[in-house]
């Protein structure tokens, strides 16, 4: 079945530092990929999204690549802010569901902690 | 356009009683997903509804767990007899016409007792 793998947390960097978060899946036919993002005591927010192969999504100065030869969707950001401490989740939906089902599949979640 | 709104926030039940979960999708948006967080876990898939059918339950323990979507009013997600393995935090998320993309309230956290 459909299933998805991000690196485990957490993960802690120094303001303006890099990060890469890791996200592989596995699923039949060509689903989209999500990235979510989980604030302390919030519920989940839409971070960026692809829906087809080479597709990149982004947004906040975050980035991810839709990789079908690799089956990845790595989230990168350039220079992290405090502000980001959060936990990210990555997530697929398959379009070849029955019907119109676009339900979720999730990774873990990783949890980062961005330190001034 | 108010986003998805979910109450409770924070829902404290004693073992044996029934838990009633409210879900009221962003205006226009006619489907709707639940999902459960375990404490350190992600997220599974429970149910998806669109208005007065259940699509897909294959998520859902097969016992004492329902959910609903009626023509008029939030959609419920009841939990009767909870036991402590239901404490968690339940997310529902709609979607609009194209279904390709979903919007996430805030959660009830539940925790039995």
């Known amino acids: 079945g459909n299933s998805v793998t991000q690196m485990e947390g957490p993960v802690t960097l120094s303001e303006e530092a890099f990060l890469t978060i890791n996200c592989t899946y596995t699923a039949t036919g060509y689903p989209s990929l999500f990235w979510y993002v989980q604030y302390p005591g919030e519920g989940l927010q839409l971070l960026l999204k692809?829906?087809?192969a080479d597709d990149k999504g982004s947004n906040k100065g975050f980035e991810a690549t839709y990789r079908k030869e690799t089956t990845s969707f790595h989230l990168e950001k350039g220079s992290v802010q405090v502000s980001d401490s959060a936990v990210y989740f990555c997530?697929?939906?398959?379009?070849?569901?029955?019907?119109?089902?676009?339900?979720?599949?999730w990774g873990l979640g990783t949890s980062l902690a961005v330190n001034p | 356009n108010a986003g998805v709104m979910q109450n409770p926030r924070h829902l404290v039940r004693r073992r044996g009683q029934e838990a009633r979960l409210r879900c009221s999708p962003m205006?226009?948006?006619?489907?709707v997903y639940w999902y459960r967080q375990l404490p350190e876990e992600g997220l599974k898939f429970m149910v998806y509804l669109q208005k007065e059918n259940i699509i897909d339950e294959s998520g859902m323990p097969k016992e004492r767990f329902s959910a609903e979507f009626p023509k008029e009013g939030p959609s419920i997600l009841r939990i009767q007899q909870v036991v402590r393995g239901d404490s968690a935090a339940y997310f529902c998320?709609?979607?609009?016409?194209?279904?390709?993309?979903?919007?996430f309230g805030q959660g009830t956290r539940l925790t039995v007792v």
């Open positions: 205006k226009g948006h006619s489907h």
């Open positions: 997530a697929l939906s398959d379009r070849g569901n029955a019907g119109n089902n676009r339900k979720l599949i």
């Open positions: 998320a709609s979607s609009g016409p194209t279904n390709t993309e979903a919007f």
């Open positions: 692809a829906t087809k």
